[in-house]
Nanobody, 125 residues
Framework: QVKLVESGGGLVQPGGSLRLSCAAAPGFTLDMYAIGWFRQAPGKEREGVSCISSSTGSTRYADSVKGRFTISRDNVKNTAYLQMNSLKPEDTAVYYC?????????????????WGQGTQVTVSS
C-alpha cells in the first residue's frame, strides 16, 4: 500500500531549480509525522538530504545541500516539498520522501517508517 507519492523530478541544467512534492495517499495524513527527503545515486547508498519536524517545523539539512535546498510542508494540503536551487551534477539521484518518527541531524534511513516510490532528478548540460 503506497502511502507517499513523489513528483517533480526531471532533467535540469546545472544551476537550475526543481521543486519536488511528496503527497500523502488518500486516507493517510502527514501532520503527525516528521518528513524526510533522501536520495540515492547509482552505485551509492541512500543518504539523508533534509527533514522537517511534525510540530515545530524545525528543519535539518545535509551539509552538501545546505543553503541550496529548502524543505517545507503544508499540512492542509497533506504535502511536503523540497525546493532545490543551484543544482549540481552531483545532485543527480533518485529522490525519496519518507515519514519519520523524529527529525534529527543524523538524517538516518533507519528512522524511516514509510517510503515513497522515488522520483528521478538528473542534473546535466
Amino acid at each position: 500500500q503506497v502511502k507517499l507519492v513523489e513528483s517533480g523530478g526531471g532533467l535540469v541544467q546545472p544551476g537550475g531549480s526543481l521543486r519536488l512534492s511528496c503527497a500523502a495517499a488518500p486516507g493517510f495524513t502527514l501532520d503527525m509525522y516528521a518528513i524526510g527527503w533522501f536520495r540515492q545515486a547509482p552505485g551509492k547508498e541512500r543518504e539523508g538530504v533534509s527533514c522537517i519536524s511534525s510540530s515545530t517545523g524545525s528543519t535539518r539539512y545535509a551539509d552538501s545541500v545546505k543553503g541550496r535546498f529548502t524543505i517545507s510542508r503544508d499540512n492542509v494540503k497533506n504535502t511536503a516539498y523540497l525546493q532545490m536551487n543551484s543544482l549540481k551534477p552531483e545532485d543527480t539521484a533518485v529522490y525519496y520522501c519518507a515519514t519519520l518518527g523524529i527529525c534529527t541531524i543524523a538524517l538516518s534511513t533507519s528512522g524511516a517508517l514509510d517510503w515513497g516510490q522515488g522520483t528521478q532528478v538528473t542534473v546535466s548540460s
